[in-house]
């Protein structure tokens, strides 16, 4: 078969856009530093891309989930510190026996109660941190001191099917029903303001149950605050795993691609220079 001029320069127009194309990844990888701009350049390769940036999304949402969690637990127990301080000051009031002062101290017990009300009703961002699920409704009501929450925790996500829960029940926290600390500083106002002394007496060891279970649950959350903790470590030096073996599967060799794009190039010349001698001299031969 004769192999004609036009057969010639196709080939060799093929060639050179071969060339061009090759040279046009090769720069794209040394712009981005990616071996991997888009599936085409290695449908096996990106699967694992994929996999490995979904896995790192993950896990620093997990971490954004734990400090979050963090945060609440620390506000949680600078809450219940308070409050636990603030029983103690309504502990030392029942202890004292100056009948003369007792309304006084009925009055200061009152205002303790309001103190601690209002700190059982704190919001975050609009949320109760005391309902339990009940986010959008108060916990207590300011006259009955009745809880109007439910048995709700607060769960995070904190790792692929690892879940904490963070208290959130507010009975769990302050007292049930007659128990809780609202009616028991309430009985020992009205116990101040009677003349029996006993019935002060009374209040001091539901006031020590009171203290001992907020003493519990701070540290219960405190365990909870340390789990999250070596979680977020564990995601944090998991997520560095993944981000290696990411860059191993996407990251170009920029130093060994400027090097084939100078070979390339330097490929292209020559194809350039070859096919205008061949072209150049079957054109003449033409003529001639």
Known sequence: MRISNQMMANNIIAQLFR???????????????????????????????????????????????????????????????????????????????????????????????????????????????????????????STTWLYNGD???????????????????????????????????????TALNAPNAADIEDQISRLDNAIDNLTSIRAREAGVYKRLEATENHNAYFKVNIQEMLSNTEDADVAEAIISFRTQLTAYESTLATSSMILQKSLIDFLG
């Open 19 to 141: 060339q061009t194309e090759q040279m046009g990844k090769t720069q794209e990888q040394i712009i981005t530093g990616k071996r991997i701009n888009r599936a085409s350049d290695d449908p096996v390769g990106i699967s694992s891309v994929l996999s490995y940036r979904k896995t790192i999304s993950s896990l620093e949402q997990y971490n954004t989930n734990i400090s979050q969690g963090k945060m609440r637990i620390d506000t949680v127990d600078n809450i219940l510190e308070m409050v636990g301080d603030l029983l103690l000051d309504a502990k030392e009031i029942a202890y004292d026996t100056d009948p003369d002062m007792r309304s006084e101290m009925a009055e200061d017990v009152a205002a303790i109660r309001e103190q601690i009300l209002q700190m059982a009703n704190y919001q975050i961002d609009g949320e109760y941190l005391f309902s339990g699920d009940e986010v959008d409704t108060a916990p207590y009501n």
């Open 151 to 189: 048995d709700g925790t607060k769960d995070i996500m904190i790792g692929e099917n690892m879940e904490a829960n963070l208290t959130a029940d507010g009975e769990d926290i302050f007292g049930a029903d007659n128990d809780n600390v609202f009616n028991i500083l309430n009985d020992l106002q």
